[in-house]
Structure formats: structure tokens, C-alpha cells
């Protein structure tokens, strides 16, 4: 059974970094791991995402050249690093696990109207605000 264990979230201003971590179990090098957010009233978007086989990572256009993606396999866990902060990118994220690896799918473009329901699993979700 995949189990996700998200932790980092917190209060940031404008231009400030924060690193969010993914703990995960039951998966393997077939799975990538996907980062998500949700703003109230908004879709669920991918954001960033990291295959667990060849480490290659996607992001969505909002994010890029703000936020990396990393794993380290010891330790199963992904890092979403974000820097340059903005309060658009307020939001509870979640990790997800798709059996599939597909990083491409859930991180290109907009990162939204995906199908999500093949995700294996979700972690709990982690508020980020970005405020003054």
C-alpha cells in the first residue's frame, strides 16, 4: 500500500523559500512522484513532478525557473524546493504517486485538466501562504 507524508508547509513572505518534503512507502522506481496544489475555489493543478526511475522532472509554466524538484532515493523521499515566492502561490499542496510514471502528463503547461483519478495515492496536504 503507497502511503505519502507531506511536511514543510508554513507562512512565507513574497520572495521568501520554503522546502517541502514527501515522504514515501510502497513505491518503486516504476512510480513518479507529483507535486500538486489547490487555491480555494480553484482546480487542482500539478506543479512539479519527479519520475523515481531516472529522476527527470517536469514543471508547470507558473513555476518554472522558481521551483525544483528533487529525490533522494535513501530516504524515499521528494523535496519540492520553491523559491521567489508569490502570493498566487498560496495553497494547500499535496503529493501524489502515479503507478504509472508519468511526470509529463501532470507538470506541462498549465498543469491543470488532467484526469486525476489514477493516482495511487495522495498525501494529507500542506498549507503554503505567501503574505505580508
Known amino acids: 500500500q503507497v502511503q505519502l507524508v507531506e511536511s514543510g508547509g508554513g507562512l512565507v513572505q513574497p520572495g521568501g523559500s520554503l522546502t517541502l518534503s514527501c515522504a514515501a512507502s510502497?513505491?518503486?522506481?516504476?512510480?513518479?512522484i507529483d507535486w500538486f496544489r489547490e487555491a480555494p475555489g480553484k482546480e487542482r493543478e500539478g506543479v512539479s513532478c519527479?519520475?523515481?526511475?531516472?529522476?527527470?522532472?517536469y514543471h508547470t509554466d507558473s513555476v518554472k525557473g522558481r521551483f525544483s524538484i528533487s529525490r533522494d532515493k535513501s530516504k524515499n523521499t521528494v523535496y519540492l524546493q520553491m523559491n521567489n515566492l508569490k502570493p498566487d502561490d498560496t495553497a494547500v499542496y499535496y503529493c501524489?504517486?502515479?503507478?504509472?510514471?508519468?511526470?509529463?502528463?501532470?507538470?506541462?503547461?498549465?498543469?491543470?485538466?488532467?484526469?486525476?483519478?489514477?493516482?495511487?495515492?495522495w498525501g494529507q496536504g500542506t498549507q503554503v501562504t505567501v503574505s505580508t
Open positions: 519527479i519520475s523515481l526511475n531516472d529522476g527527470s522532472s
Open positions: 510502497g513505491t518503486s522506481d516504476h512510480y513518479s
Open positions: 501524489a504517486a502515479d503507478p504509472l510514471d508519468r511526470p509529463d502528463l501532470y507538470c506541462s503547461g498549465s498543469g491543470r485538466g488532467n484526469d486525476l483519478r489514477y493516482l495511487a495515492a
